[in-house]
């Protein structure tokens, strides 16, 4: 069975208002909840759905576009280039002396959770790299 979410949990996992979501759903951008009012109930769908449309808004692409996109048209979306001022939230994990990883997590769709994993495993893989050279 896939994992549903509440709309408030769906808009705290794309970080995205409650009602710009309404939106999406009422412009028929994001697949209707299963359910009604407060039970309503989205899926894993609806998560990718607002994950790419947050994704191709940020690149600067028109909602008429991001429609265009979701049908299946070209999906390359070229990186909006950085413009002076432009503020981003990132994730800097100290591996080891020298060794650093940048994690954007809006850009790379992933929740607080995902970005703790995902620094839990490399640390244990940069360990077990460094282990082996130690015994080779």
């Known amino acids: 069975m896939s994992h549903t ?3 408030s949990e769906l808009c705290a996992l794309v970080d995205l208002p409650v009602r710009t979501v309404r939106y999406y759903v009422q412009q028929g951008l994001v697949d209707r ?6 039970a309503a109930r989205y ?4 998560l990718e759905q607002l994950r790419l449309i947050k994704k191709w808004t ?3 692409l028109s ?14 979306v070229p990186e909006r280039p950085k413009r002076r001022g432009t503020l981003e939230v ?9 060794v650093e990883l940048v994690i954007e ?9 995902q970005v703790r994993v995902l620094s839990r495993e490399v640390i244990r893989l940069y360990d077990a790299v460094r282990s082996q050279d130690a015994e080779g």
């Open 58 to 60: 940020t690149a600067g």
């Open 90 to 98: 990132v994730s800097r994990l100290t591996i080891d002396d020298g």
């Open 5 to 7: 979410y509440l709309l």
């Open 105 to 113: 997590p809006s850009r790379a769709g992933l929740t607080p959770e």
């Open 43 to 46: 899926g894993e769908r609806q």
């Open 63 to 76: 909602l008429d576009r991001v429609r265009d996109l979701l049908r299946g048209q070209d999906p390359d």
């Open 33 to 38: 909840p299963e359910g009604e009012t407060r």
